[in-house]
Structures are given as C-alpha cells and as structure tokens.
C-alpha cells in the first residue's frame, strides 16, 4: 500500500474550496485521519471486535462510508470466515484505492468475502443486514438525511443486529466542548499540523462535517425504534455507539387455570 503525508493545507490558499473526498484526499487519506481523529487506530479495530460479538455466522455486515476499507479489513479479521461484509462509499477513488488494497490490509481468501459498491448510502439497498458498522461517517450526511438513514437501517437490520458507529461529538456541556475542542487542536499539532493546515482545513470541512450532541444522537436512535443504546468509547469530543434492532416480542403464555 502506498499512501502519502498529508500536506493538502500546508500552503495557503486564497481559494479554499469545500472539503471533498477527491483523488487528492484518497491518496493522504490514512495519514490524515490518524493524525486528525483522536484514537482512531483503536476505535477501527475496537468497532469490529464489537460487531464479531454480535454477528451470526454467515451473516452480512454493512460497513457504510467505508473509505479505504479500514473497517471493513477489521471486520474480515476478527468475524468468523463465513462472514461477509459489504463495503460502500460514494467516492469513486475510495472504493478504487479500498479494492486495490485490501489484500495488503488482509489475506486474499478475507479479500475475497468483500463486496465493494460505489453508491451513496443514503440510497443504496442495506438488506438483511446482520450488522451495520458506520464509522466516522453519519457527520457527513446532511442534518436532515440522518435520521432518515437511521431509520432506513434500523428497519433493515435482522432482529437483535446491532448498528455500530463512531463519530465526532458536540459535548452538552458547553465548558467541557471548549476544553476538548482545544486538546483536539493540540492533537493535530502534536501530529505536525501548522497552525495554517489547521486553520484551512477547518474552513473547509465546517459545511460539509456537522457534528451531533451526544443527547441528539441517543434521541435520535430511540426514534428510528433501536434499543439498548450504549456509547462504548468516548475520548474527547469523539465518540462510539452501539444500538439493536429490537427482538420480537416472545408471546407470553398464559397458564390455564384448572377446572
Ligand atoms: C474508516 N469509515 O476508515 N454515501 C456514501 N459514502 C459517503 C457519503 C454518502 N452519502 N458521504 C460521505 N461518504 C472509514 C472512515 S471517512 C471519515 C470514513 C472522515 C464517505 C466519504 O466518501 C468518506 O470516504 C467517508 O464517508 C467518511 O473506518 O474522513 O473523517
């Protein structure tokens, strides 16, 4: 696998143009979120041995937003080999650069138990899904598409399949965002971003990356009619859900009385 440094904002830019996911992006794209996302070589391998608890053998798990396949190579790693997962981006160049890599990420037998489709996710079929893995993802739908796509997902999910997915947060507490939004700003130095970078990629991606409350997103999946939610990792402004598709109901049987 060959990937580069980020250095996309390093020089100034008068014209800054939306953040997209473009060739350009691809290309830096591993160095970028780990020098960008707190913690996220451990949230991407975490989320799968979360959803590998869950999952039935030859079940299906969805891995939407999947970028170049980081999820979706956890996931073939720790799930049972009769697994298969479905990988989806609406980014051409992700799925290209994800299908070109995935067997320096795993063996080519795991290789072989992706599907990859370049599709928005907001469209495409999720059907019997025995899992659903969306990482880092759902804060690049538009505010009033995700409760939609939650509810499209929930209502594809076998019974009991757990949606999985992390995300960055607004905290409720407006003093405790300050504070975790300036350790996030010292993250990014502390991983070699100028104050420069950090300033334009922040002007660029503000339209396009809108972070939820945690109360919001915890509403939001009661809503669309999942339970036993759970934020299973929190660091920072970021953090990592886990909601169920419900059982159906066991009828209860009521004894007959004698006589
Ligand atoms: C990882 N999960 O490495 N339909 C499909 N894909 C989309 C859509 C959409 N509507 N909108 C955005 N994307 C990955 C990381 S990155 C997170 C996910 C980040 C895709 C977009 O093309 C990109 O690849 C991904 O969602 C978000 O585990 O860059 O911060």
Same mark, same amino acid.
């Not at 939306?18 to 451990?42: G, K, L």
């Not at 660029?204 to 339970?227: C, F, N, S, W, Y």
């Given at each position: 696998?060959?990937?580069?440094?980020?250095?996309?904002?390093?020089?100034?830019?008068?014209?800054?143009?939306?953040?997209?996911?473009?060739? +350009? %992006?691809?290309?830096?794209?591993? &160095?970028?979120?780990?020098?960008?996302?707190? !913690?996220?070589?451990? =949230? /991407?391998?975490?989320?799968?041995?979360?959803?590998?608890?869950?999952?039935?053998?030859?079940?299906?798990?969805?891995?939407?937003?999947?970028?170049?396949?980081?999820?979706?190579?956890?996931?073939?790693?720790?799930?049972?080999?009769?697994?298969?997962?479905?990988?989806?981006?609406?980014?051409?160049?992700?799925?290209?650069?994800?299908?070109?890599?995935?067997?320096?990420?795993?063996?080519?037998?795991?290789?072989? +138990? %992706?599907?990859?489709?370049?599709? &928005?996710?907001?469209?495409?079929?999720?059907? !019997?899904?025995?899992? =659903? /893995?969306?990482?880092?993802?759902?804060?690049?739908?538009?505010?009033?598409?995700?409760?939609?796509?939650?509810?499209?997902?929930?209502?594809?999910?076998?019974?009991?399949?757990?949606?999985?997915?992390?995300?960055?947060?607004?905290?409720?507490?407006?003093?405790?965002?300050?504070?975790?939004?300036?350790?996030?700003?010292?993250?990014?130095?502390?991983?070699?971003?100028?104050?420069?970078?950090?300033?334009?990629? +922040?002007?660029?991606?503000?339209?396009?990356?809108?972070?939820?409350?945690?109360?919001?997103?915890?509403?939001?999946?009661?809503?669309?009619?999942?339970?036993?939610?759970?934020?299973?990792?929190?660091?920072?402004?970021?953090?990592?859900?886990?909601?169920?598709?419900?059982?159906?109901?066991?009828?209860?049987?009521?004894?007959?009385?004698?006589?």
């Amino acid at each position: 696998m060959t990937t580069n440094t980020d250095d996309i904002y390093a020089r100034d830019n008068p014209h800054l143009v939306d953040f997209a996911f473009d060739q +350009r %992006v691809v290309d830096v794209f591993p &160095d970028m979120i780990r020098r960008s996302v707190p !913690a996220y070589e451990t =949230v /991407v391998p975490l989320s799968a041995l979360v959803a590998a608890r869950h999952v039935p053998n030859n079940g299906v798990i969805y891995d939407l937003g999947c970028s170049r396949g980081a999820t979706t190579a956890a996931l073939l790693t720790y799930c049972d080999p009769s697994i298969r997962v479905v990988g989806i981006d609406n980014s051409q160049p992700m799925i290209d650069a994800a299908r070109n890599q995935m067997s320096a990420l795993t063996s080519a037998n795991d290789a072989a +138990r %992706v599907e990859w489709r370049c599709a &928005d996710i907001t469209e495409t079929p999720i059907a !019997a899904a025995s899992a =659903v /893995v969306m990482n880092y993802t759902l804060q690049f739908i538009t505010p009033e598409q995700r409760e939609v796509l939650l509810r499209r997902i929930a209502s594809n999910l076998a019974p009991g399949a757990p949606l999985i997915y992390a995300e960055k947060v607004v905290l409720d507490d407006p003093q405790k965002q300050a504070w975790a939004d300036s350790i996030h700003l010292e993250f990014k130095r502390a991983n070699g971003y100028s104050e420069l970078e950090v300033a334009q990629k +922040r002007s660029a991606i503000e339209k396009v990356m809108i972070p939820d409350t945690l109360d919001t997103h915890l509403t939001r999946l009661k809503q669309v009619g999942l339970v036993n939610s759970t934020i299973w990792f929190s660091c920072l402004n970021w953090a990592a859900f886990i909601a169920f598709a419900p059982e159906p109901a066991v009828p209860t049987t009521v004894p007959a009385e004698d006589g």
